[in-house]
């Protein structure tokens, strides 16, 4: 049978496991059950769009379990006997023609992940009031408001149909453990960091050639996917003069202008970690237009700003104040941040109050927006924190004006 997901140690995803119900009981002071759902068949992403290459489970779920099987939960229950409880979808026979076949509930699975048992997942309701009675009537899902995904879709659903059961809210307790990354984590980062650069560098030098923005994405698509048949880390934008301007464009279908800028925000992803890179350049290849020139060198300046000050002890809204300055020092608008952070999300769940820390991974992504002069400049990066300052993770992929240009040379 094929395991799907599990891209780091089991050790890693047990002492996740054991460490959540810790800082759980610690917020709720008691110990309380954690329910994860895996998303299901029909809808293995937690993305609002499509996203090419293999579908993505949700990342929380992932995060505890590193199951990629649809349609499966997690019960971590730290009053039963056998506290990791696996649920799988044993799938109908009738369908393995159209689905194939599914991993089984038993001792492959059980080992496969793990865990302390498998089960049916069409029993989960029995299993979530067994473990709500231990723990008086509670029972842990995970939400949040700001790009909320699958997760907090479950935790509405859950919440209306538990009847009886208080459903709380633990993902503000958990939050702080995904804004760290260990050694297997960073080094997943660093591989889709390779992938996303050796995409751009493929494309790049192309764009003087191609007539569409879609050629662009099209030619990235290709090189992100093709390694690994792993998702795109988001649906790519690709944005050509004015299009450049609209921070979410989404369409990647218009004519390219040979006198306008691209703008090219998109990333891979490498065994559930995302890359989130965006470059600029001029369509010819060239600098030529002063304006364009002189904006770019203002963003590159506050790029460059938020590499030197990304460090530990300060805050992503301190690091805002410094970065962001020479651009309302030219009159310009913020309309953005400069950072955030970077995991099995490209937006990782975050708390900005928490001071930067060795181990965490944020953009840096000054940019300028002018509609009335068709102009959309962003330069962004991935940094590691380190002990002492940080490392720009994605330093090989071009981004000076004579790098872009040699890069470009047709």
């Known amino acids: 049978m094929v395991i799907r997901g599990r891209s780091l140690p089991l050790s890693t995803y047990r002492r996740r496991r054991s460490k959540a119900i810790r800082l759980l009981q610690k ?112 029972i842990v899902m995970l939400s949040r408001d700001k790009e909320p995904g699958f997760q907090s879709a479950q935790f509405d659903v859950w919440k209306k149909k538990l009847r009886g059961i208080e459903v709380l809210n633990g993902e503000p307790a958990l939050t702080p453990m995904r804004m760290i990354k260990d050694k297997d984590e960073i080094a997943l980062h660093r591989k889709a960091i390779k992938i996303t650069e050796h995409g751009l560098k493929k494309t790049l030098p192309l764009i003087p050639t191609f ?40 369409h990647n279908d218009q004519p390219l202008d040979k006198r306008k800028g691209i703008l090219i925000d998109s990333g891979a992803t490498f065994g559930s970690y995302c890359a ?44 805002n104040e410094i970065a962001w300055q020479p651009i ?30 060795p181990g965490m991974i944020i953009s840096n992504e000054p940019g300028v927006y002018l509609a009335d002069e068709s102009i959309g400049i962003r330069i962004e990066d991935d940094l590691l924190i380190t002990k002492d300052g940080c490392e720009e993770l994605t330093k090989a992929i071009p981004k000076s004006i004579k790098a872009i240009e040699s890069l470009m040379k047709v």
């Open 276 to 319: 989130d890179v965006t470059r600029c350049a001029p369509i010819s290849g060239k600098f030529t237009n002063k304006r364009y020139r002189e904006l770019y060198a203002l963003v590159l300046h506050c790029n460059k700003l938020g590499r030197k000050h990304a460090r530990p002890g300060i805050t992503i809204n301190e690091l």
């Open 211 to 250: 007539k569409n923005e879609s050629e662009i994405a099209s030619c990235l698509l290709q090189h992100y996917v093709s390694p690994h048949h792993e998702p795109l880390a988001f649906s790519s934008i690709v944005g050509c003069g004015l299009n450049a301007a609209t921070l979410h464009y989404p």
């Open 27 to 138: 917020a709720f002071g008691k110990q309380v059950p954690l329910l994860l759902i895996g998303c299901p068949e029909e809808d293995l992403s937690t993305m609002r769009t499509p996203v090419a290459g293999a579908p993505r489970q949700d990342q929380w779920f992932d995060y505890f379990s590193g199951c990629h099987e649809p349609g499966a939960a997690l019960l971590i229950d730290p009053k039963a006997k056998q506290r990791d409880l696996l649920l799988l979808d044993p799938g109908d026979p009738a369908r393995v023609i159209w689905e194939g076949p599914k991993l089984q509930p038993g001792t492959a699975a059980k080992k496969a992940f793990g865990v302390d048992q498998t089960g049916d997942v069409h029993d989960i309701v029995n299993h979530i009031h067994d473990a709500a009675k231990r723990a008086r009537g509670k």
């Open 328 to 357: 309302l020092d030219a009159g310009l608008k913020r309309h953005h941040g400069l950072s955030h952070h970077i995991g099995m999300d490209v937006h990782d769940p975050s708390d900005y109050n928490i001071p930067l820390a």
